[in-house]
């Protein structure tokens, strides 16, 4: 018979390991069931402010002049030396290499630019322009433009190579290092396959000129996209016409809003229409009339409405409603306007790029305008206006309530203008030649235009870009 001090051994380790097994289970199923603390280990990083830049905005320089030699008929040459205004005493000027013949460094395309404070989270009210009238046999008009800030994507919706027109791509590279630009030109053909509208280099601190014809001849409605890689350039349009033998004006065009479902063009004058239609049955009222020019640069045809809206003081304008081919430029004639200042406001249900044409008649000369739309302004800002020719303040309010802007002289002198802008309209305000400080700007679009007798130009107000932004680094 067994020992029962051996059985009760053997039940006492049983029991034993019975309960160990049981005390595993709760400790497994404590440790997968109960929540555990949280514990995290924090990445390194660090946030680092770049300094912020001076402020710089490049003027595109002189109305330029091809060669008539033909062996050097693409070679410019500077026809007389612009006007420049810059809302800045402290602003410092230095030139760019020219691609002209120049007997004058005032004769080149000029870096106007101005020190960033210390530390500052916001752009200096900086802004700068230029105007010039030319008169010589082969070319004559007012050409006015703001001084603008560099960028790698600029869209120009200006110029033809038309009988008679002649248009220049102006190029300037304010920057260290060379930049390297494509063109891509749309027409009402479609897209321009050609050769040299690529890798075209402009050296640091230099300007290069590309006549259009060489690259789109016979375009009667050009729309010219400039990209850049390496440094980034200012793109400008110049463009004159000669009928005959008699100059029938010159401008200088910048760079029109990006793409967009909705485009505003402020401040757009209509002038001398008795004379523009009495002359319907002449040759060169094609290019007389005010017209759209718009594009459609992606693949979906769209659907747009034109509305043209007077500013205070001037007649009840018109809306038109058509369909644009996706890839090719159209122009659309604005009908049934009379006399004065309006809003253009394009609406499409695709992206799309809009300016407007006008022209005057004067006593003895005639010249034409582009009016580019315009990117929103902020609540404050700086507007240059260079001496040369009467000028106007236009600002345009896309929204639903009346907004009001103070005008002030930025060397402080004078009594300070208030304006109000009617909602969903413009209006407008004559102004001496220097420089000024608008507040309460924000969400509205500006334009100055300039006119004498038989002369006119404009070019649109720009908020600065912005200041680059604390990043955070993180280390390998």
């Known amino acids: 018979m067994a020992d029962r001090t051996g059985l009760a051994r053997i039940g006492m380790r ?24 949280d514990v995290a280990v924090g990445v390194p990083s660090k946030t680092v402010t770049p300094v912020a ?63 960033t404070p210390q530390g500052a989270t916001a752009p200096p009210l900086f802004a700068a322009a230029q105007t010039q009238t030319a008169s010589t046999e082969d070319l004559a008009g007012l050409a006015a ?28 590279n304010a920057s260290e290092v060379d930049a390297t630009v494509d063109l891509t030109i749309y027409t009402e053909s479609g897209v321009v396959s050609a050769p040299g509208a690529t890798g075209i280099v402009v050296p640091a601190g230099s300007q290069k000129v590309v006549p259009l014809a060489g690259l789109a001849p016979s375009a009667s409605a050009p729309v010219v996209r400039v990209t850049t890689s390496g440094g980034e350039v200012v793109a400008s349009m110049q463009q004159s ?110 992206p799309v790029v809009a300016a407007v044409r006008t022209t005057v008649i004067g006593s003895k000369t005639r010249d034409f305008s582009w009016f580019s739309s315009a990117r929103p302004l902020q609540k404050e800002l700086a507007a240059a206006v260079p001496s040369g020719a009467s000028a106007t303040l236009h600002f345009a309010n896309p929204g639903d309530g009346d907004q009001t802007v103070t005008i002030q002289g930025a060397r402080g002198g004078g009594s300070p203008t208030k304006l109000t802008i009617p909602a969903e309209g413009g209006a407008q305000v004559k102004v001496a030649p220097g420089t000024y400080t608008v507040t309460g700007a924000a969400g509205l679009t500006g334009s100055v235009s300039l006119s004498a007798d038989g002369r006119a130009s404009s070019f649109v107000l720009a908020p600065p870009g912005p200041l680059a932004a604390p990043i955070t680094v993180y280390p390998n």
């Open 241 to 350: 016409y000669e009928q005959g033998i008699q100059p029938r004006g010159a401008e200088l065009a910048g760079a029109t809003g990006l793409p967009g479902r909705q485009q505003i063009i402020p401040g757009v004058t209509i002038a001398s229409m008795n004379a523009v239609q009495s002359a319907q049955s002449a040759e060169g009222v094609s290019v007389d009339f005010p017209v759209v020019r718009l594009l459609v640069p992606g693949a979906a045809d769209a659907k747009v409405t034109v509305g043209a809206v007077g500013e205070a003081g001037t007649a009840a304008g018109n809306s038109y409603a058509t369909t644009l081919k996706a890839g090719t430029v159209a122009e659309l004639p604005l009908e049934n306007l009379k006399d004065g200042d309006y809003t253009v406001t394009v609406n499409s249900d695709v």
């Open 145 to 172: 433009a703001a001084c603008a800030e560099p960028s790698a994507d600029t869209w120009l919706v200006a110029g033809s190579t038309s009988l008679g027109q002649t248009s220049l791509v102006l190029l300037s």
């Open 14 to 37: 049983a029991v034993g390991g019975l309960v160990g097994v049981a005390v595993a289970v709760v400790v497994i199923a404590g440790t997968t069931l109960l929540p555990l603390q």
């Open 53 to 115: 830049a001076d402020q710089q905005r490049v003027c595109p320089g002189p109305l330029l002049a091809l060669a008539a030699d033909a062996g050097a008929a693409t070679r410019p040459s500077a026809v007389g030396t612009p006007v420049y205004a810059a809302s800045s005493q402290d602003a410092e000027v230095r030139g760019l290499k020219p691609d002209a013949d120049s007997d004058s460094a005032d004769q080149a395309p000029q870096l106007v630019s101005m020190r």
